[in-house]
Nanobody, 118 residues
Framework: QVQLVESGGGSVQPGGSLRLSCTAS???????????MGWFRQAPGKQRESVAT???????NYSDSVRGRFTISEDYAGTALYLEMNNLEPEDSAVYYC?????????WGQGTQVTVSA
């Protein structure tokens, strides 16, 4: 059974930074092995939205709201996916989910809470 586990969430002040990590069991977290992988987030009362993804070709894509502040990266051993978040804003507060997709399935982690407040 594939499981994705996020870590690194927490509470920070505006302008602060956090680094989220995602590890997987029974799945290689590599853009070369997956159709896609990335990070989504969901704030209370809002739909889940894509934050940053990496395609099979290794191309990173970011939502307009985080481009220039967040960086997605992978461990080239295929063991982890990261999201470096800088200059955090209160609007970034949400539960952040790790996501991975293969041809016949997609997987989600349980989420990690990020709270940005003064």
């Amino acid at each position: 059974q594939v499981q994705l586990v996020e870590s690194g969430g927490g509470s920070v002040q505006p302008g602060g930074s956090l680094r989220l990590s995602c590890t997987a069991s029974r799945l290689t977290l590599s853009s070369r092995a997956l159709n896609a992988m990335g990070w989504f987030r969901q704030a209370p009362g809002k739909q889940r939205e894509s934050v940053a993804t990496i395609s099979t070709l290794g191309n990173a894509n970011y939502s307009d709201s985080v481009r220039g502040r967040f960086t997605i990266s992978e461990d080239y051993a295929g063991t982890a996916l990261y999201l470096e978040m800088n200059n955090l804003e209160p609007e970034d507060s949400a539960v952040y989910y790790c996501y991975a997709r293969i041809p016949k399935a997609e997987y989600w982690g349980q989420g990690t809470q990020v709270t940005v407040s003064a």
